[in-house]
């Protein structure tokens, strides 16, 4: 949030005195990312709540809830940028300055490392909401490439070409709704209990053969909330064994299940008796 808040101060300061729209709708775009990212802090704080009486299966569904609403600043922040550079488009203004260019240098640097850092820490916790903000951060470098581009050929070609520095920030904000897209798909399917987890049903059905007495699993459902993986498994045990050692294999198996993949939440066991 720091980062994004001295960012669009400089792009907006650069953008007003090196007469640039592009580094403007860039400003717009970061300080898009600063109230994105105080929202996220909060979801993330409100997902990690612990269960209770009102919600048994914790409160993890805030986040994708969170992610929506990160989408919609990107959306405005898109179409506020499209807006002003289809105005400026047609209108005669001064050429960017020059020194701009090292300023978006700078920034596009700042802003991919940005992006590996909280993507890296997005796939470590299972975030969706940091995921969408780690691209929001990819956006903005995008849209710094896009202004880098559009100011380089609006200097170098000179007079008449005042507009390439607006068709850059229209770019960029198509590039940003293209991202929108690819942040609210995961988390409408989080939303929707979408079996997007291949990977992980292929572990579970892998540990749970390395149980003594689990003979194989059948259905395997899971879903995800916020940082957890809540599991509905099927276990198929010796049909002649009594109901007790049926639970207490359940037992042993979910106990397992958890040990071995920390970022399960609720396991729910069903025995079936192998025919």
Known sequence: ???STCLAIVKAIA?????????????????ADIFASILVLFGLKYANKPADDNHPYGHGRAEPLITFIVVGFLITSATVIAYESFHNIGRKHDLPASWTLIILGIIIIWKEISFRLVLKK?????????????????????TSIAAFIGISIAVYMGEGYESADDWAALFASGFILYNCYKIFRPALGEIMDEHRYADLELRIREISASVEGIVTTEKCFIRK???????DLHAVVNGTISVKEGHDLA???????????????????????DN
């Open 1 to 3: 949030m720091l980062g």
């Open 122 to 142: 997005s796939k470590e916790t299972n975030s969706s909401s940091l995921e969408a903000d780690a691209w929001h951060h990819r956006s903005d470098a995008i």
């Open 15 to 31: 953008g007003v005195l090196g007469n640039s729209y592009a580094l403007i709708a860039d400003a717009i775009e970061s300080t």
């Open 225 to 231: 909330a916020g940082m957890k993986f809540h599991i």
């Open 251 to 273: 037992h042993k198996l979910k106990d397992t299940l958890r040990q071995e993949i920390i970022e399960l939440g609720h396991v729910l066991i069903h025995v079936e008796p």
